[in-house]
């Protein structure tokens, strides 16, 4: 018995079986690295951080399906159906043709029964929400829209390259064409308060939304970031946690969240070898994950306590 809404139990009721998401890396760019939006990406990003050994655009998405299997086969022994996850950078940013092809490619595997989609909010248009509406009729889909924070200034901090009312925007337009949205949150962003933190619950009940993941902020190499931190930029001012307050915090978060949304994580997991700062001594998402069960357990709270409709 869970006191939240549990993403793996979730899955597992609807189709009857555990589903692992496999990443894919099927080289697409972003328009907030290419110019078109802007240079240099959020501050905080580095895809090679988060994408797995197997994952590269050099290989086709059919030939990452099958070694992510096999990369999976001994930690996800039961595993028998799969979501294909494309995650790397913003993967609706391509004419829709090639969106089309890509995804048919991945589908075609008798083993995925759904797509998992990473993109921005500026990289929609309503010619690919109508096409991915359509494929949701018949595949378990979830657009994953990074929102990152409800402030604007702190979008500005990180060059997120648009407002949190560009997200608002196109989360509501892709929900109400029946797509299932996830959306991506960081806690610790320069300027960020518990206080300011905390708020944008509010923010985040008002808005159709499937599913939420929650990162911890984390410094990676070869990042904006890692410059403003080893620099000790005056301007940088982010928020660290220690486990057991981002813990406190969470729980704190999530009794004020709407208790229809389902959590899929709590934190960001990053290899050590990627980390500047490294923190929470290599303690891995599944550890965490239980600590939080463990913490609402403790505290005899659970997801929605406080929400008010």
């Known amino acids: 018995m869970y006191n939240y809404n549990n993403y793996a139990k979730n899955l597992t009721e609807q189709f009857g079986c555990r589903l692992q998401k496999l990443t ?126 409800c402030y604007n200034d702190t979008l500005k901090l990180i060059n997120r390259g648009h407002t949190y009312e560009n997200a608002e ?7 109400n064409l029946g797509i299932k949205i996830g959306i991506h949150l960081v806690f610790g962003l320069p300027d ?15 808005l159709p939304i499937y599913s939420i993941k929650f990162h911890q902020l984390q410094i990676i190499k070869n990042t904006k970031m890692e410059q403003q931190f080893l620099e000790k930029d005056p301007n940088f001012k982010p928020l660290f946690f220690e486990l057991d307050e981002y813990l406190n915090f969470v729980v704190d978060f999530v009794e004020h969240l709407n208790p229809n949304i389902i959590i899929e994580r709590i934190a960001g997991e990053v290899p050590p070898r990627f980390q ?26 659970f997801q929605g306590r406080f929400f008010l409709r």
Not at 101 to 121: K, M
Not at 169 to 175: H, L, R
Not at 278 to 299: C, H, S, T, V, Y
């Open 192 to 206: 960020d308060t518990i206080e300011k933190m905390l708020a944008q619950v509010h923010k985040i009940n008002e």
């Open 169 to 175: 925007f196109w989360i509501i337009k892709a929900a």
């Open 24 to 149: 894919i890396d099927a080289g697409f760019s972003c328009p907030n690295r290419d110019g078109t939006v802007g240079e240099g990406g959020c501050t905080f990003c580095s895809n090679d951080a988060f994408n797995p050994s197997y994952c590269t655009s050099q290989k086709s998405v059919s030939q990452q399906l099958k070694e992510g299997k096999i990369f999976h086969q001994f930690r996800y022994k039961r595993t028998t159906k799969y979501l294909a996850y494309f995650q790397a950078y913003s993967n609706t940013y391509a004419p829709l043709e090639t969106l089309k092809t890509l995804y048919a490619e991945a589908l075609s595997d008798s083993d995925v029964v759904g797509l998992v989609i990473g993109t921005r909010c500026d990289c929609l248009d309503d010619e690919k929400l109508n096409y991915i509406a359509e494929l949701s009729k018949e595949y378990y889909v979830v657009l994953e829209i990074g929102v990152q924070s």
């Open 276 to 301: 500047v700062r490294p923190a929470w001594k290599g303690i891995r998402n599944d550890q965490i994950m239980l600590q939080f069960e463990k913490r609402l357990a403790e505290r005899n709270t």
